[in-house]
């Protein structure tokens, strides 16, 4: 993988189906929580798949030569971003306890307005124009459409998980900025990866300790199916590849690909879960799309 490319450079068709095929993925995943969830507490299944998924990526290293222990000048970048991915879904498992899932996704994805405020400061060439920041903006409203707009907080505890949800937007952001910014991108994508999971695995656990999660039984087929799916594809193939389009492409349009996952969620519930669509689905998509479309024009 080339680090030359221009920070700011559009995704290619191959990156735009690539990024598809993640949200896609994603989408499922929001499916797969559900799914486990009530027989795997949240924080135990993230503190689960990021230890088991380390122990998998480390053998895919292994079995390929990657080098993961020379001194590369990676390590403080490397805990930061371990610590944000953590932080990051300690704040959306715990926050979601207090806000409602539809609050929460909007506040969630707030986190590519972050990464493109970032990027003008910390990624040189990777500013927005005024017609991507529309783009934006559509994009955004096409997920509104489609998750609804929220009611004003009804109770303190609300507010509290509405801010835990922008907190885990910021600490998204924060996380792809310190990869794309830093000297993780000199490194492999598994060797990114390995922090995030090596650092996120015991604070998680600790999380998971803290609020007081245990498993009282032994878990369903399906929960351990999903929980499965979470760890041998989305964290242990998804996440690398994702990490590796980073380094290559613009963080800021990347991000902004990210709105089509969780149309995908809505979708992937319709599906399996049998949730219904509204009408307002279609126009969401449409909307999604023409957003993506202004982002990633070229300059």
Known sequence: MSTNAPSSRPLDALAIAVTVGLCVSWGFNNVAIKLAIHDIPPLIQSATRSAIAALLVTAWTQARGIALFKRDGTLAAGLVAGVLFALEFLLIYRGLVWTTVTRGTLFLYLAPFFVVIGSRWLIPGDHFRASQWLGLVLSFAGIVIAFGVPAPAAEPHQVLGDLMLVGAAVAWAATTLVIKASALNRVSAEKTLLYQLAVSAPLLAIGAAAFGERIDAMPSAVALGAFAYQTLWVVSVTFPVWFALIV???????????????????????????????????????LVAAGLVFVNRPR
């Open 248 to 286: 290559r492409y613009s963080a800021a349009r990347l991000a902004a690909f990210t709105f089509v996952a969780p149309l995908c969620g809505v979708a992937a519930g319709h599906t399996v879960l049998n949730e219904p669509l509204t009408p307002a689905f279609a126009l969401a998509v449409v």
